[in-house]
């Protein structure tokens, strides 16, 4: 007799995968496609595993998109259990389709997990369920210029329990949502407001996992800066309301004329994707990268001596977005015109990989098509 004594998480996955009777015809689609927006069309199927605390990782699945059932007791309802990811489908000119360094968001959502005491799905999963949702939707990516699929992984605590432990039942899903090219005719630099009331997550907290929760944290003071003729918010530490963290859902790099790039060290800022590949470009091209905890005064002062050249905003959705000035209750920090901006020759750099039009000479492109 052979013992399988490999654990069960390395085990191969079946995919059993129900085609969706009602998906939208090739015609229906390609309108979607033309003007997709973000986050409000979403692709014929999804996937779903299964995992309990007995039987592991379980039940793999590709089905028609669709409402999920919950038992109103359901623990995410009450206790917010929950973590997400966010990465791209991109398009490349021979019709080939490419994400960017999922393996990066499979740790993080791993990270994420343990965070939040829940199961961390493997990376073979993680990637797995990229490959089987692109091969029944792959006529979602679109092909316009900037244009991507936007694929939303993500986890929550399905159990119907009110006790207050981890659960013990947990379902991790993949949905897809085709995006438009985020700015039309040109990247606009950004007003950012700064939050002096709110903080969005603390030392020893969640600042670090990918969850619902700092989000929900985040919106009063998202609200505030909208009141105020702002795009974003950016948040102060939490301790002394004297340190950059971040935005609600992107990370900040201020830039100096003697070609350094400096970003806020702290335990309590999510760890972008985007973030560690434009500063891994910003080294390539000679810049210094400063990982330290930066004041709104070491800014201020900056920008006001021109020592601070430029500063801006970088995630997955719109990439990098430059900042042309903070406005908080009692100052604020205009930013100069610039001619020829690093932040936007990175950018352009960075879709260049994404798109297949820049060679990839850090590895960071993963084919999901075959
Ligand atoms: C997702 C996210 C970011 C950006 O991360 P990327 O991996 O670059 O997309 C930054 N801050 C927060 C709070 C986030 O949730």
Known sequence: MTLNLLPMATQDLQFQVT????????????????????????????????????????????????????????????YAQEIFEGLKAYRHADGSIWTFRPDANAARMQRSAKRLAMPELPTEYFLDSLKQLIAVDGDWVPTQDETSLYLRPFMFAKEAFLGVRPAKKVNYYLIASPAGAYFTGGVAPVSIWLSTHYTRAGHGGMGQAKTGGN???????????????????????????????????????????????????????????????VLQLGRDRGYTVEQRPVSITEWRDGAASGEIVEAFACGTAAVITPISEIKAESFGIRMPEVEDRVSLSLRDELTGIQYGRVEDRHGWLHRLDA
């Open 19 to 78: 085609r969706n009777e009602n998906a939208k015809t090739p015609e229906e689609r390609e309108a979607i496609l033309e003007n997709p927006g973000f986050g409000q069309f979403f692709t014929d199927h999804m996937v779903d595993i299964c995992w309990s605390e007995r039987g592991g990782w379980h039940r793999p699945r590709v089905q028609p998109y669709g409402p999920i059932q919950l038992d109103p007791a359901a623990a995410v309802l009450h």
């Open 215 to 277: 989000y929900a944290a985040s919106l009063v003071a998202q609200q505030e800066a909208y009141e105020n003729g702002c795009a974003q918010v950016l948040f102060l530490d939490a301790q002394r309301g004297e340190f950059l963290e971040e935005l609600g859902g992107m990370n900040v790099v201020l830039v100096t004329r003697d070609k350094r790039l400096i970003t806020p060290d702290s335990d309590s800022i999510l760890e972008g994707i985007t973030l560690d590949s």
